[in-house]
C-alpha cells in the first residue's frame, strides 16, 4: 500500500528561490517527491525522493503563478508512489 500524500504543503519565499515545505506523513516513508505545475506543464522536481522537508526550488522565475504539491513513497522495495496533495498555489513576486 502507497503512503498517504502530506496533509498540508506551504511554500516559503526565500531571496528568489521558492522553499517547498510539507507536513510529513504518519508511519513509515521512503521519501518525498515534489511536483510543479505551470500552467499545464507539470513537472516532479526531485530526481530521488527526499527524507524531510524543505525543498528549494530555485529554477523559479520571477512574477510568475506555479502550483505545488507533493507526494510520499513507500518504504517497499518497489518504492512506490502515493497520491499527489493537494496543490498549493504561490505566485513568485520579488521586491
Not at 32 to 47: F, K, P
Request: aromatic share 12%; glycine share 6%.
Amino acid at each position: 500500500s502507497t503512503p498517504p500524500p502530506p496533509q498540508s504543503v506551504w511554500i516559503i519565499p526565500k531571496t528568489g528561490n521558492l522553499e517547498v515545505h510539507w507536513t510529513e506523513s504518519e508511519g513509515k516513508v521512503f521519501g518525498y517527491h515534489v511536483y510543479r505545475r505551470d500552467g499545464e506543464q507539470i513537472t516532479r522536481l526531485t530526481a530521488n525522493p527526499l527524507k524531510h522537508p524543505p525543498y528549494t526550488d530555485s529554477s523559479a522565475k520571477k512574477n510568475e503563478v506555479y502550483f505545488y504539491a507533493v507526494s510520499a513513497v513507500s518504504t517497499s522495495a518497489q518504492h512506490q508512489e502515493g497520491l499527489l496533495s493537494k496543490w498549493v498555489e504561490i505566485r513568485n513576486v520579488l521586491f
